[in-house]
Nanobody
Framework: QVQLVESGGGLVQPGGSLRLSCAAS????????ITWYRQAPGKERELVAR????????DYADSMKGRFTISRDNAKNTAYLQMESLQPEDTAVYYC??????????????WGQGTQVTVSS
């Protein structure tokens, strides 16, 4: 059974940090590029960051550069999103998605169910 399971979300104060995880099972994780998206209430889904199969190539939305870091551990079948200096506008449901081989696509084979991140004092 194919699964992508996000975890690590929660409530954090402005300026705080969180690390999200995206745990994969049921497919060859190392053959899939991983992308993190987020969707805030009433807003369209937004690409956050993406990482190639080996982890050697990463890409970020402009507003996340310098604050968010995407990484992966293929031995653990897990991708991560380290988020720093969080602000209320980062409040959203964060999703991970997997695309076979290529980082440069918006067609995904698998999606996770999402994890809620709330930034509030």
């Amino acid at each position: 059974q194919v699964q992508l399971v996000e975890s690590g979300g929660g409530l954090v104060q402005p300026g705080g940090s969180l690390r999200l995880s995206c745990a994969a099972s049921g497919f060859t994780f190392s053959s899939y590029a991983i992308t993190w998206y987020r969707q805030a209430p009433g807003k369209e889904r937004e690409l956050v960051a993406r990482i190639s199969t080996s982890g050697s190539v990463t890409d970020y939305a402009d507003s996340m550069k310098g604050r968010f870091t995407i990484s992966r551990d293929n031995a653990k079948n897990t991708a991560y999103l380290q988020m720093e200096s969080l602000q209320p506008e980062d409040t959203a449901v964060y999703y991970c998605a997997a695309a076979r081989r290529t980082i440069w696509t918006t067609l995904y084979d698998y999606w996770g169910q999402g994890t809620q991140v709330t930034v509030s004092s």
